[in-house]
């Protein structure tokens, strides 16, 4: 090739590195502009948000889709703010004992702010209760009254005692009252007798006592159900009595709070039950004799105030000043965290429970409003996912514990009302996520209707870069950072546009730009400067590659001391300097490996060893099989290709993936196959299509910035550089520092658009175009390809007819050693069969069978 043709080819300055213009960035520093509010350039993703937080049809919940740190939670937390302050605060809701079902707590919803205040009302309802009951019943009125009812009772039962001992006085006998009954005793001469008395009495008098005190006991079973009525009556009265009190005290209490919440018909009617339970359990607001002795047992004592533990207000979700809808944002979304639960305590030797046990989660406090939850740690929490989709499709929250999910007995336990549930969620998650969802998950498409996808570029235009400045203002303002220069947004932008590796882009990936405005701020510092400059955010780029770069250290220093071989002069046959990306997470570069072919007669196929040992990735393996297709389709369309070829990255050990190095395994084979050197001053990348056409690669940069490394330790010749494909051009934007040696004409950078182009810059033989005979001009690469290709089918058959002729020669000796055996008979001695002779019928051609009928 031509140094005319080389200078053509070879990438201008200008497009190494695009630079940022400071005549375009209207402003002294950053203290001059004014703040940015949300993100830069996610105009698509933002309009999404809106809609998706806005619409409230049922089924759209959102899906936020990119990667970390391109701003997705800062502008979603932002939408979210805006749009909750248009829409009413939540309501708060409680759970409270259920009277008539116990096991089911109630669920009870409230204008905000009144959840904690019905709790305090109750409790001070119970408090004045328990106050007023004892000293009521304490009073002398109640005691008249008591008193008056018993000896009302008393006199009514010595009326029935006297009827009664009337009736036994006329059979000579009497009465004794006990707590056991009522007992009849013979009477002899007015005094009663014991049993040892009356077994001495004569038979006859025995029996008549006997017959009296049958009849006697007659009586008596007749009159006690009078005797017991009479006794059930005067419990009623006295339980008449304490109601009459008890309604006394709690009745005007219980209208008072009744009057309070007219509103909350649930309210009223959970009061009217308290009201009905304080009657059914008067004596546990009178207390007891016993009381001092509980107060002795701590568990006794306990155990009787878990009788006023049923009139607590359980006040799971307040919204107590709030001016808008809720917001919910939750980092841990486990089962418990998100759905709530149901604790216990341990009394008396066993766990127990109640409604005042009752959790939230994350779903109760969001209702009303929003909740933002990371999708990669809602489908990876047991139970979550499932649970979250059951909520959302039913439009109901329930709490309930893991184990009665997942227990194959039932258990005794708490089942709370669910609260109805009305909220909008978020989720949080990458692209990949998002489509595994949308292919394995059903239900996930009918859930999460609205998506909203942040991008991770955007285009360079004076338009985004002014945001890029009011960005990085807003940033010191919130981060009290000093403010930068117009010199040091003006690298920033560089290294924005560095990031994506794109001339045309700025990245929107926000934290990598914040990590490195924040390091820049600190090397200021340390210098004592007032404001951010250029070289300032320089250093905090150097420091940053300074910090990761050891690995890539450590590999220049094996190539530059001979340990890994790579040339950078001279010109050898079959071997080109591929070039390599190594990812180390935090830090990329670029490597020169060895690529070499070996070329040998075979029957044309190409040997990817990497694959071989299955060390070849999959899109390496993709790249080899196009290379195999561009040879076959150039050189193969006269004759087959009568060659074996091996190609290998030298000294490379890991698996190799990426179809970037498949044109430069394209030269080593096409060298190998003609003995003409490649150049390795010249290192390759660039991927190649069956059409021979050079396409694009990544990590461009670093590629190239690696092989300067290498030449830079050996010592720059002026004719050391790197091919790349010409569509990658635009990707370029190499260190100042590899620019300048460019410009200096110590460094250089060809961009090829086909593999005759890299081919001619590698060998300086031009490659040839195919004329109409199917041939390429004498003098020419590719002729000497299909000059030496040609050449090997002829030895290839010349090698095949000698084998033949050894196989088929009688006496001979075998490779084997063994002697061969003389041919069957029917066979001449010059090897060949005796000739049929001619039949007339068909003038020497042979007839063929006759044909058979078709079944």
């Known amino acids: 090739m031509t140094e005319r043709a080389m200078r053509a080819l070879r990438v201008p300055v200008k497009q190494l590195r695009r630079e940022c213009s400071l005549s375009s960035l209207r402003f002294r520093t950053t203290a001059d502009l004014r703040p940015i509010e949300g993100t830069v350039g996610q105009d698509r993703a933002v309009n999404a948000m809106d809609f998706g937080l806005s619409i409230e049809a049922d089924g759209y919940n959102l899906y936020v889709a990119g990667p970390t740190g391109t701003g997705r939670m800062t502008e979603l937390r932002m939408q979210l703010e805006r749009i909750a302050a248009t829409r009413p605060p939540a309501r708060d809701w409680c759970y409270v004992f259920n009277f008539s079902e116990p096991a089911r707590p109630r669920a009870l919803s409230l204008p905000a702010g009144l959840g904690h205040k019905l709790g305090h009302d109750i409790d001070d309802l119970v408090a004045n209760v328990r106050r007023e009951v004892p000293k009521a019943f304490e009073s002398d009125e109640y005691a008249q009254r008591r008193d008056q009812i018993n000896r009302d009772i008393q006199g009514q039962r010595e009326q029935f005692f006297q009827a009664l001992q009337r009736e036994a006085d006329a059979r000579e006998l009497t009465v004794n009252v006990t707590p056991m009954g009522i007992s009849t005793v013979p009477v002899i001469d007015?005094?009663?007798?014991?049993?040892?008395?009356?077994?001495?009495?004569?038979?006859?008098?025995?029996?008549?006592?006997?017959?009296?005190?049958?009849e006697l006991e007659s009586i008596i079973a007749q009159m006690a159900p009078q005797l017991r009525r009479l006794d059930r009556g005067a419990a009623q009265l006295l339980a008449e009595l304490d109601s009459q009190v008890m309604r006394l005290i709690t009745t005007p209490m219980l209208e008072e709070l009744k009057r309070e919440y007219h509103e909350e018909g649930e309210v009223v009617e959970f009061i009217d039950a308290v009201g009905k339970d304080m009657l059914a359990h008067i004596q546990e607001f009178r207390g007891s004799e016993e009381e001092p002795a509980q107060r002795m047992l701590p568990m006794l004592a306990a155990a009787h105030e878990e009788v006023f533990e049923r009139y607590k207000v359980n006040v799971i979700v307040t919204h107590e000043g709030a001016t808008s809808a809720p917001v919910v944002f939750e980092d841990s979304p486990s089962y418990y965290r998100l759905f709530g639960r149901v604790d216990y305590r341990p009394t008396l030797g066993s766990m127990v429970t109640d409604h005042t046990m009752i959790k939230p989660g994350a779903l109760h406090r969001a209702n009303g409003g929003f909740l933002v939850i990371d999708a990669l740690d809602a489908i990876s929490q047991p139970?979550?996912?499932?649970?979250?989709?059951?909520?959302?499709r039913t439009r109901v929250a329930r709490i309930e514990n893991m184990g009665e999910q997942l227990s194959i007995l039932p258990t005794s336990s708490l089942s709370p009302e669910p609260l109805p549930l009305n909220v909008k969620v978020a989720l949080i998650g990458t692209p990949r996520i998002f489509q595994i969802l949308q292919l394995a998950d059903d239900e996930f498409r009918k859930l999460f209707k609205a998506k909203a996808d942040f991008s991770t570029e955007v285009e360079r235009i004076n338009g985004h870069v002014e945001l890029y400045a009011r960005f990085v203002a807003k940033q010191v303002t919130d981060k009290g950072m000093r403010h930068?220069?117009?010199?040091?947004?003006?690298?920033?932008?560089?290294?924005?546009?560095?990031?994506?590796?794109?001339?045309?882009?700025?990245?929107?990936?926000?934290l990598d730009i914040v990590d490195m405005l924040v390091e820049a701020d600190y090397w200021a510092c340390s210098e004592g400067a007032s404001v951010v400059t250029a070289a300032h955010v320089d250093r905090a780029i150097e420091e940053k590659v300074y910090r990761s770069n050891l690995v890539e250290e450590r590999i220049q220093e094996l190539i530059t001391n001979g340990?890994?071989?790579?040339?950078?002069?001279?010109?050898?046959?079959?071997?080109?300097?591929g070039l390599s990306v190594y990812d180390l997470g935090d830090y990329t570069f670029g490597r020169p490996s060895r690529i070499t072919a070996r070329v040998s007669l075979g029957r044309g196929q190409v040997i990817n060893l990497e694959r071989e040992i299955a060390k070849s990735g999959p899109s390496h393996s993709k790249g080899f099989l196009i290379l195999n297709g561009y040879i076959n389709g150039k050189f193969a369309h006269r004759q087959p290709l009568s060659f074996a070829a091996s190609l290998t990255f030298e000294q490379v050990y890991d698996e190799v993936d990426g179809d970037s190095a498949s044109s430069t395994e394209l030269y080593a084979l096409l060298s190998a196959i003609t003995d003409v050197p490649l150049r390795q001053n010249i290192a390759v990348t660039g991927s190649v299509n069956q059409l021979g056409e050079v396409q694009a690669i990544g990590g461009v940069n670093e590629k190239i910035e690696g092989f300067y490394a290498v030449c830079k330790a050996r010592g720059l010749t002026g004719d050391q550089g790197v091919i790349i494909p010409k569509d990658n051009v635009r990707n370029l934007m190499l260190k100042p520092e590899v620019v300048q040696a460019i410009k200096e004409g110590r460094f250089h950078v060809w961009a090829v658009s086909n593999v005759e182009q890299g081919i001619e810059l590698l060998t300086g033989m031009p490659a040839g175009k195919l004329r109409k005979n199917d041939t390429y001009p004498e003098g020419t690469l590719f002729?000497?390809?299909?000059?030496?290709?040609?050449?090997m089918t002829r030895r290839a058959i010349e090698v095949n007819r000698a084998a033949q002729r050894e196989l088929m020669t009688p006496g001979s000796t075998s490779a084997d050693g063994r002697k061969r055996e003389p041919e069957p008979a029917g066979v001449d001695g010059a090897g060949t069969a005796p000739k049929r002779p001619r039949d007339p019928r068909t003038n020497g051609r042979r007839r063929s069978p006759p044909k058979r009928p078709r079944a």
């Open 383 to 392: 139970l979550v996912w499932e649970t979250l989709k059951r909520a959302l």
């Open 563 to 577: 340990t890994l071989k790579v040339d950078v002069t001279g010109a050898v046959v079959g071997q080109v300097n």
């Open 484 to 510: 930068f220069d117009r010199t040091g947004v003006a690298r920033i932008v560089e290294y924005s546009s560095r990031l994506v590796s794109d001339q045309e882009k700025l990245s929107l990936r926000m």
């Open 190 to 214: 007015g005094r009663p007798i014991t049993r040892e008395q009356f077994e001495l009495l004569p038979d006859a008098h025995k029996r008549r006592i006997q017959e009296r005190t049958a």
């Open 783 to 791: 002729r000497k390809v299909t000059d030496c290709l040609e050449a």
